[in-house]
């Protein structure tokens, strides 16, 4: 399935079984059959046909959103070897994990918000009437040391753009690591038809801005003192990039 795919459903058995896995992340088929108290030649009959549909698939003896994202991709730089591809449920504690401590100090407010809302809400990927979010991560033997997450609010007139954050734990920074998860985000983000892509950070991210800055981004717009940070009040920084 497409991100940018419409959410439609000719049965309603179907769109309360694809609700359940999308509210509630990656969960096993009988979990699933009994939480819906749906009996199992209907349930079997409907899976079948939402993974037949590729709205679902089933990855691990677990029932989840199917979203076609690519493939994983593999790198090495500077004695560094890493994959990057689509973030995964199982993913969950180690993403939120890294995204807290390659943020610290409050120099990246909206990172550390997707952070807080994944917590809090236990799922990562996210496609509903509201909105759409996806993470792709980098991993180094198996552990996530950076991400971009990418969110896409299911509004017509906003239906063009998407809002971006990315970061690496600051170990694995100087490799390349950064500049590969931003191009797998935008590359994703192009091939789904999005036209520009956000991403915001406080005046005091020096770094971040730099990074983008030399990466093609634009400064679009600067709200002065939006945050205060330490009892200091800090301007937000609005980026842009269009694809």
């Known amino acids: 399935m497409e991100l940018t795919d419409k959410l439609e459903f000719d049965h309603t058995d179907r769109e309360d079984i694809y609700e359940y896995v999308e509210s509630h992340g ?3 088929p009988e979990k699933l059959r009994t939480s819906l108290n749906m009996g199992e030649r209907a349930f079997g009959h409907h899976t079948a046909i939402l993974k037949r549909d590729q709205v679902l698939e089933a990855v691990d003896g677990k029932l989840r959103i199917a979203f076609d994202s690519g493939a994983e991709e593999e790198f090495e730089a500077d004695d560094v070897e890493f994959t990057i591809r689509q973030a995964r449920e199982e993913d969950l504690t180690g993403l939120v994990g890294a995204i807290r ?3 610290g100090g409050g120099k990246y407010i909206n990172a550390e918000t997707v952070a807080d809302i994944v917590d809090t809400e236990g799922v990562l990927l996210r496609h ?3 909105e759409s979010r ?3 991560v980098a991993c ?3 552990d996530v040391v950076g991400w971009v ?3 896409h609010p299911e509004i017509e007139k906003l239906s063009h753009t998407a809002e971006l954050t990315v970061g690496v734990l600051e170990a694995y920074r100087g490799h390349g690591i950064g500049s590969h998860l931003l191009e797998r985000g935008l590359e994703w983000a192009a091939s789904k038809g999005y036209e520009k892509i956000y ?3 406080p005046a005091t991210n020096e770094a971040a801005i730099e990074f983008l800055t030399s990466r093609g981004w634009d400064e679009e717009a600067r709200r002065e003192d939006h945050y205060k940070l330490d009892g200091q009040y800090v301007d937000e920084v609005m980026m842009e990039k269009d694809l």
């Open 128 to 130: 509903n009437e509201l």
């Open 101 to 103: 401590q390659a943020i």
């Open 26 to 28: 990656a969960t096993r």
């Open 134 to 136: 996806i993470f792709f």
């Open 140 to 142: 180094v033997d198996g």
């Open 199 to 201: 991403n915001s950070l």
């Open 149 to 151: 997450h990418l969110k």
